[in-house]
């Protein structure tokens, strides 16, 4: 059964660290690309990382110095750390994996999207 699975989160003061991971079972994670998306409360959930099969990254602005992503194929698991954490980064977190090997994933065109994601884990920033 292929699965996902995001965890690490937690609570965390503003400035502060935290460092996601997200497993893989089922499936092989280096056929894949990787991509770390976040949905906060009321808001659309928006891509925050993407790594290729290659190890190219990508990130959104808000992000862009202060998170890295990053794989470990033999452990079948991807990373997301985050640093300088701030209150507009409190989010349920969710990995996902898309077979088209670039990034930013499309999430908008069902031929293009992920086809499988984690279920998330939340991100609370105290300021």
């Known amino acids: 059964e292929v699965q996902l699975q995001a965890f690490g989160g937690g609570l965390v003061q503003a400035g502060g660290s935290l460092t996601l991971s997200c497993a893989a079972s089922?499936?092989?994670?280096?056929?894949?690309?990787i991509g770390w998306f976040r949905q906060a409360p009321g808001k659309e959930r928006e891509g925050v990382s993407c790594?290729?099969?290659?190890?190219?990254?990508q990130y959104s602005d808000s992000v862009q110095g202060r998170f890295t992503i990053s794989r470990d194929n033999a452990q079948n698991e991807a990373y997301l750390q985050m640093q300088s954490l701030n209150a507009d980064d409190t989010a349920v977190y969710y990995c996902?994996?898309?077979?088209?090997?670039?990034?930013?994933?499309?999430?908008?065109?069902?031929?293009?999207?992920?086809?499988?994601w984690g279920q998330g884990t939340q991100v609370t920033v105290s300021s």
């Open positions: 790594i290729t099969i290659r190890g190219q990254t």
């Open positions: 089922g499936f092989t994670l280096d056929d894949y690309a």
């Open positions: 996902a994996r898309n077979w088209i090997d670039s990034c930013p994933f499309n999430t908008k065109d069902p031929l293009l999207a992920p086809d499988y």
